[in-house]
Protein backbone atom coordinates (compact mmCIF):
# COMPACT_ATOMS: atom_id res chain seq x y z
CA UNK A 1 0.00 0.00 0.00
CA UNK A 2 1.00 3.16 -0.60
CA UNK A 3 0.71 5.75 2.50
CA UNK A 4 2.17 9.25 3.51
CA UNK A 5 2.83 10.47 6.60
CA UNK A 6 3.10 13.87 8.58
CA UNK A 7 3.14 13.18 12.06
CA UNK A 8 3.43 16.62 12.80
CA UNK A 9 -0.15 18.39 12.81
CA UNK A 10 0.80 21.59 13.67
CA UNK A 11 4.18 23.31 14.44
CA UNK A 12 4.74 27.07 15.75
CA UNK A 13 7.89 28.91 15.48
CA UNK A 14 8.96 32.45 16.04
CA UNK A 15 10.45 34.14 13.28
CA UNK A 16 13.92 33.63 12.22
CA UNK A 17 13.71 30.25 14.06
CA UNK A 18 14.57 27.51 11.25
CA UNK A 19 11.96 24.61 11.08
CA UNK A 20 11.95 20.97 9.65
CA UNK A 21 9.15 19.80 8.12
CA UNK A 22 9.08 15.29 8.44
CA UNK A 23 7.36 13.29 6.10
CA UNK A 24 7.59 9.48 5.81
CA UNK A 25 6.65 7.68 2.98
CA UNK A 26 5.43 3.50 2.33
CA UNK A 27 5.76 2.12 -1.22
CA UNK A 28 6.82 -1.02 -2.69
CA UNK A 29 7.29 0.87 -5.86
CA UNK A 30 11.36 1.21 -7.08
CA UNK A 31 10.33 3.92 -8.72
CA UNK A 32 8.25 7.14 -7.49
CA UNK A 33 8.17 10.84 -7.62
CA UNK A 34 7.81 12.82 -4.15
CA UNK A 35 6.77 16.29 -3.97
CA UNK A 36 6.07 18.97 -1.56
CA UNK A 37 3.13 21.58 -1.89
CA UNK A 38 2.34 24.67 0.25
CA UNK A 39 -0.90 26.15 0.56
CA UNK A 40 -1.31 29.45 2.04
CA UNK A 41 -4.29 30.97 4.27
CA UNK A 42 -5.88 31.70 0.50
CA UNK A 43 -6.18 28.17 -0.08
CA UNK A 44 -4.50 27.85 -3.02
CA UNK A 45 -1.87 24.69 -3.94
CA UNK A 46 1.03 26.08 -4.07
CA UNK A 47 4.01 23.26 -5.60
CA UNK A 48 7.37 23.62 -4.16
CA UNK A 49 9.36 20.63 -5.36
CA UNK A 50 9.26 17.31 -7.23
CA UNK A 51 11.65 15.06 -6.60
CA UNK A 52 12.26 11.38 -8.27
CA UNK A 53 13.31 8.22 -5.92
CA UNK A 54 16.84 7.63 -8.13
CA UNK A 55 17.60 11.13 -7.04
CA UNK A 56 18.83 11.46 -3.31
CA UNK A 57 20.37 14.80 -3.99
CA UNK A 58 19.37 17.38 -1.01
CA UNK A 59 18.08 20.54 -2.82
CA UNK A 60 18.53 24.22 -1.66
CA UNK A 61 15.93 27.05 -2.85
CA UNK A 62 16.43 30.07 -0.73
CA UNK A 63 15.46 29.56 2.58
CA UNK A 64 14.22 26.14 1.71
CA UNK A 65 15.50 22.91 1.46
CA UNK A 66 14.63 19.64 1.24
CA UNK A 67 16.78 16.00 2.67
CA UNK A 68 15.05 13.18 0.53
CA UNK A 69 16.55 9.60 2.24
CA UNK A 70 15.81 6.51 0.98
CA UNK A 71 16.81 4.46 3.43
CA UNK A 72 14.37 5.92 6.08
CA UNK A 73 11.66 6.70 3.53
CA UNK A 74 11.86 10.44 4.22
CA UNK A 75 11.54 13.38 2.34
CA UNK A 76 11.97 16.70 4.97
CA UNK A 77 11.87 20.23 4.23
CA UNK A 78 13.93 22.77 5.83
CA UNK A 79 12.75 26.27 6.28
CA UNK A 80 15.68 28.80 7.59
CA UNK A 81 15.32 32.07 9.16
CA UNK A 82 11.26 31.57 8.93
CA UNK A 83 9.07 34.76 8.04
CA UNK A 84 5.18 35.55 8.56
CA UNK A 85 4.96 34.77 5.25
CA UNK A 86 6.12 30.94 5.54
CA UNK A 87 2.78 30.21 7.32
CA UNK A 88 0.89 27.83 5.48
CA UNK A 89 -0.39 23.63 5.67
CA UNK A 90 2.40 22.03 3.92
CA UNK A 91 1.75 19.05 2.04
CA UNK A 92 3.90 16.45 1.81
CA UNK A 93 2.69 13.61 -1.67
CA UNK A 94 4.08 10.60 -3.62
CA UNK A 95 3.14 9.37 -6.78
CA UNK A 96 3.50 6.14 -8.12
CA UNK A 97 4.90 5.55 -11.80
CA UNK A 98 2.65 2.65 -13.15
CA UNK A 99 2.19 1.57 -16.59
CA UNK A 100 3.47 5.04 -17.85
CA UNK A 101 2.14 6.98 -15.18
CA UNK A 102 -1.37 6.10 -15.86
CA UNK A 103 -3.02 6.04 -12.38
CA UNK A 104 -1.83 9.68 -12.22
CA UNK A 105 -2.85 9.92 -8.54
CA UNK A 106 -0.91 12.18 -6.14
CA UNK A 107 -1.15 10.03 -2.72
CA UNK A 108 -1.30 13.08 0.06
CA UNK A 109 -0.16 13.10 4.07
CA UNK A 110 -2.46 15.40 6.04
CA UNK A 111 -0.30 18.11 5.95
CA UNK A 112 1.34 20.07 8.85
CA UNK A 113 0.32 23.63 9.74
CA UNK A 114 3.00 25.59 10.31
CA UNK A 115 2.36 29.14 12.67
CA UNK A 116 5.46 31.76 11.95
CA UNK A 117 4.46 34.45 15.17
CA UNK A 118 6.62 37.51 14.37
CA UNK B 1 -0.13 33.12 -18.15
CA UNK B 2 -0.22 29.20 -17.50
CA UNK B 3 -3.23 28.35 -15.17
CA UNK B 4 -5.88 26.05 -14.10
CA UNK B 5 -9.26 27.93 -13.15
CA UNK B 6 -12.29 26.71 -11.42
CA UNK B 7 -15.73 27.92 -11.10
CA UNK B 8 -17.53 28.77 -9.12
CA UNK B 9 -14.89 29.05 -5.74
CA UNK B 10 -17.51 29.35 -3.59
CA UNK B 11 -21.14 27.63 -3.53
CA UNK B 12 -23.68 26.95 -1.11
CA UNK B 13 -26.67 24.40 -2.38
CA UNK B 14 -29.22 22.29 -0.72
CA UNK B 15 -29.55 18.82 -1.02
CA UNK B 16 -30.46 17.07 -4.33
CA UNK B 17 -29.82 19.98 -6.46
CA UNK B 18 -27.82 19.13 -9.35
CA UNK B 19 -24.53 21.13 -9.63
CA UNK B 20 -21.74 21.59 -11.70
CA UNK B 21 -17.81 22.96 -11.02
CA UNK B 22 -15.94 23.85 -14.54
CA UNK B 23 -12.58 23.26 -14.73
CA UNK B 24 -10.26 24.89 -17.73
CA UNK B 25 -6.63 24.62 -18.49
CA UNK B 26 -4.50 26.11 -20.89
CA UNK B 27 -1.53 24.35 -21.04
CA UNK B 28 -2.79 21.78 -23.39
CA UNK B 29 -1.85 19.47 -20.71
CA UNK B 30 -3.41 15.37 -21.13
CA UNK B 31 -3.85 14.69 -17.93
CA UNK B 32 -6.21 15.97 -15.49
CA UNK B 33 -8.00 15.44 -12.20
CA UNK B 34 -10.38 16.38 -9.19
CA UNK B 35 -9.07 16.03 -5.53
CA UNK B 36 -11.60 16.79 -2.47
CA UNK B 37 -9.60 18.07 0.54
CA UNK B 38 -11.28 17.33 4.10
CA UNK B 39 -9.84 18.20 7.73
CA UNK B 40 -7.58 15.39 8.45
CA UNK B 41 -8.07 13.16 5.35
CA UNK B 42 -5.54 15.19 3.10
CA UNK B 43 -6.24 15.17 -0.73
CA UNK B 44 -7.60 12.40 -2.20
CA UNK B 45 -8.54 11.99 -5.60
CA UNK B 46 -11.89 11.79 -6.81
CA UNK B 47 -11.37 11.08 -10.83
CA UNK B 48 -8.36 11.66 -13.04
CA UNK B 49 -8.70 11.72 -17.02
CA UNK B 50 -5.79 10.67 -19.36
CA UNK B 51 -7.26 12.76 -22.41
CA UNK B 52 -10.43 13.26 -24.16
CA UNK B 53 -13.38 10.84 -23.60
CA UNK B 54 -11.23 8.89 -21.55
CA UNK B 55 -11.83 8.99 -17.29
CA UNK B 56 -11.49 6.70 -14.88
CA UNK B 57 -11.93 6.32 -10.72
CA UNK B 58 -9.65 7.87 -8.21
CA UNK B 59 -10.42 6.86 -4.43
CA UNK B 60 -13.69 8.26 -3.81
CA UNK B 61 -15.66 8.85 -6.72
CA UNK B 62 -18.89 7.92 -5.27
CA UNK B 63 -21.95 10.57 -5.74
CA UNK B 64 -19.53 11.98 -8.95
CA UNK B 65 -19.57 12.30 -12.60
CA UNK B 66 -16.93 13.65 -14.62
CA UNK B 67 -16.53 14.37 -18.80
CA UNK B 68 -13.73 15.04 -20.83
CA UNK B 69 -15.46 16.42 -24.39
CA UNK B 70 -12.39 18.63 -25.06
CA UNK B 71 -8.79 18.74 -23.84
CA UNK B 72 -8.64 22.14 -21.61
CA UNK B 73 -12.27 21.06 -19.93
CA UNK B 74 -12.53 18.91 -17.52
CA UNK B 75 -15.85 19.86 -15.36
CA UNK B 76 -17.30 17.65 -12.13
CA UNK B 77 -20.79 17.15 -11.46
CA UNK B 78 -22.54 16.46 -8.59
CA UNK B 79 -26.29 14.80 -9.72
CA UNK B 80 -27.39 14.67 -5.89
CA UNK B 81 -25.29 16.59 -3.81
CA UNK B 82 -25.27 15.61 0.24
CA UNK B 83 -23.85 17.18 2.85
CA UNK B 84 -21.12 14.63 3.34
CA UNK B 85 -19.93 16.25 -0.09
CA UNK B 86 -19.19 19.70 1.78
CA UNK B 87 -16.00 20.33 0.74
CA UNK B 88 -12.74 21.99 -0.51
CA UNK B 89 -12.50 20.56 -4.56
CA UNK B 90 -9.11 21.11 -6.71
CA UNK B 91 -8.93 20.33 -10.08
CA UNK B 92 -5.39 19.82 -11.04
CA UNK B 93 -3.52 19.20 -14.64
CA UNK B 94 -0.34 17.62 -16.23
CA UNK B 95 1.24 16.85 -19.34
CA UNK B 96 1.65 12.77 -19.31
CA UNK B 97 4.10 11.16 -18.08
CA UNK B 98 4.70 9.47 -14.23
CA UNK B 99 7.28 12.22 -13.30
CA UNK B 100 5.17 15.40 -14.27
CA UNK B 101 3.68 17.52 -11.49
CA UNK B 102 0.07 18.30 -11.20
CA UNK B 103 -0.63 22.02 -11.05
CA UNK B 104 -3.55 23.00 -9.28
CA UNK B 105 -6.68 25.10 -9.71
CA UNK B 106 -7.78 27.86 -6.83
CA UNK B 107 -10.32 25.61 -5.20
CA UNK B 108 -13.62 25.39 -5.02
CA UNK B 109 -15.35 25.45 -1.66
CA UNK B 110 -18.61 23.40 -2.06
CA UNK B 111 -21.03 23.67 1.28
CA UNK B 112 -24.14 21.57 0.75
CA UNK B 113 -27.24 22.06 3.10
Redesign the interface.
Given at each position: AQK?TQAQTEISVVEKEDVTLDCVYETRDT?Y?L?W?KQPPS???V?LI?R?SFDEQNEISGRYSWNFQKSTSSFNFTITASQVVDSAVY?C?L????Y???????I????TLLAVQP | EAQVTQNPRYLITVTGKKLTVTCSQNMNHEYMSWYRQDPGLGLRQIYYSMNVEVTDKGDVPEGYKVSRKEKRNFPLILESPSPNQTSLYFCASNRGGGSETQYFGPGTRLLVL
Open positions: VTYFYGELFRNFARRTLGGATNKLFGTG | -
